[in-house]
């Protein structure tokens, strides 16, 4: 969050160069330059600061000179191309309404040293507004900047993800030209970002086709870029299409269990029990041997559908085929009993992980605790806590583990000792762990522990974000302090944050 912004002064409107910025950020957010994008819109006319008919003639400077005299003004451990890169956004973005030659022109002045690093920085800063990022691309692969610098493969594939993104196959088809036009640039990560970006957007003739055409710009036409096409299909639910092709390639491309795990995933992913069955029973036909993908695929499947039976059926027979279950299908399966109520059975599970070697982690833990949390067996899970800190490692107690704790808290005098002991084990607090802490004490109606709470949070950097405000003007509201709450709701409005319905409404109607 952008805390401290001091040093500003404007000597005049022609002279906007002298702009004199320091500023912290307590956040650590790729998007970290917003406030200062903020402060450009509410309170100044940059566009009119940048327009060359606004500048007296012996006071023309070059827009170089600004990007040199904010760089040396940020804090030295900033980085420069980070820097550079917000004000080439700025140059584009308050200059949205103008012409493409008036904004490639404002680029020229700049002077700009481009590097590969700072061009991924400028489009990575437009990844969902594809407009200005392809202007800012073809300006550069024009030569804009006149240092000779020409985007590589990492720039074409970006600007090529995010129109494809976009869904503007016209403009992505013109860039992917002249990428081949260039030898060596069109690479593996090339066919991965386009076969996505067409199977998103159910252009499924166009990533087949790309697909052919590997041999064309240069790739070899092999089992694994297959496998790539196939998967992409599956992710975005053109299954039957990926079934189809993968049938009708049998002779060119050797099944294996690796291709075959795609297909299964893909109809599991659908929750279509009866197809994955279906191709369950084709894979057993087959000469491919099921790993433990294919069966935690499956037995992951299975559950999710109700269809624990079967579900524990396929898990023994892992065991007595010799194929041991990992700790992730372990996982799926205490999962699945703890959500039926089964907990006896998946308390056996562990049992039998610990002694068959299949070690248990976290997530192991946690499923078993939150089940025990919402019954009540609370001795049992302080003696699965006792056991996951003697064990250490990946049996840890994370935040999660500590969430489920917190929530089973009667009185507020448990918490501190609950707090110390995570601490105690290297979990450190989180923005959510504060907000629970925070609805805890509020429920409680804890004046001084609320008000300590968010002190803290806010010393740590962790909030109050927009949840917190949300607890505390619902909070404020069940204990008929209205005018607190709306203090709340103010202050939270204020800082730009949007209230959820539920809040306007009960705001509204007070």
Known sequence: MFSRFQGIRILSRENYIRLNFKFEFQSRSFHSHRPILHYFSCFARVQDFLSPKNQKPEKNLKESEFVHNAANNMDSGKDPDDQTAIFVQNIIRFRRDKSTEEIEGALDRCGLLLTENLVLNVLRRHSSDWKPAYLFFNWVRKGGGGNGYSPGSDAYNEILDILGRMRRFEELTQVLEKMSNRRGLVSEMTYGILLRRYAAAHEVEKAIDFFRRRKELGLELDLVAFQTLLMWLCRYKH?????????????????????????????????????????????????????????????????????????????????????????????????????????????????????????????TYNSLIK????????????????????????????????????????????????????????????????????????????????????????????????????????????????????????????????????????????
């Open 371 to 510: 089940h025990l949390c919402k019954i009540r067996r609370m001795e049992k899970v302080y003696e699965l806590l006792d056991e996951m800190e003697q064990k250490k490692g990946s049996c840890l107690p994370n935040a999660v583990t500590y969430s489920f704790l917190l929530k089973s808290l009667k009185k507020p005098e448990e918490v501190p000792s609950l707090l110390e002991r995570m601490e105690r084990n290297g979990c450190r607090m989180t923005g959510d762990m504060y907000n629970l802490v925070l609805k805890l004490y509020m429920e409680w109606d804890c004046r001084e522990k609320v008000r300590y709470t968010w002190d803290e949070m806010e010393r740590n950097g962790l909030g109050p974000d927009q949840r917190s405000y949300t607890i505390m003007i619902h909070g404020l509201y069940d204990k008929g302090r209205k005018d607190n709450a709306l203090r709340f709701f103010r202050e939270m409005t204020s800082k730009g944050m949007l209230p959820e319905p539920r809040t306007e409404i009960l705001v509204n109607s007070s």
């Open 239 to 363: 299954v039957e299409v990926a079934e189809t092709l993968f049938y009708s390639e049998l002779n060119e491309f050797r099944p294996d269990i690796k291709t075959m795990n795609i297909i299964l995933n893909g109809w599991c992913v659908r929750a279509n029990v009866r197809e994955a069955k279906r191709f369950w029973n084709d894979i057993i036909k087959s000469k491919c041997q099921p790993d433990l993908f294919t069966y935690g695929t499956f037995i992951n499947s299975l559950t999710k559908k109700g269809k624990l039976g079967s579900a524990m059926k396929l898990f023994r027979a892992m065991w007595d085929k010799g194929c041991n279950p990992d700790v992730t299908i372990c996982n799926c399966v205490i999962d699945a009993l703890c959500f039926k109520k089964r907990i006896p059975e998946a308390l056996e599970v562990l049992k039998e992980m610990n002694e068959k070697g299949c070690l248990p982690n976290v997530m």
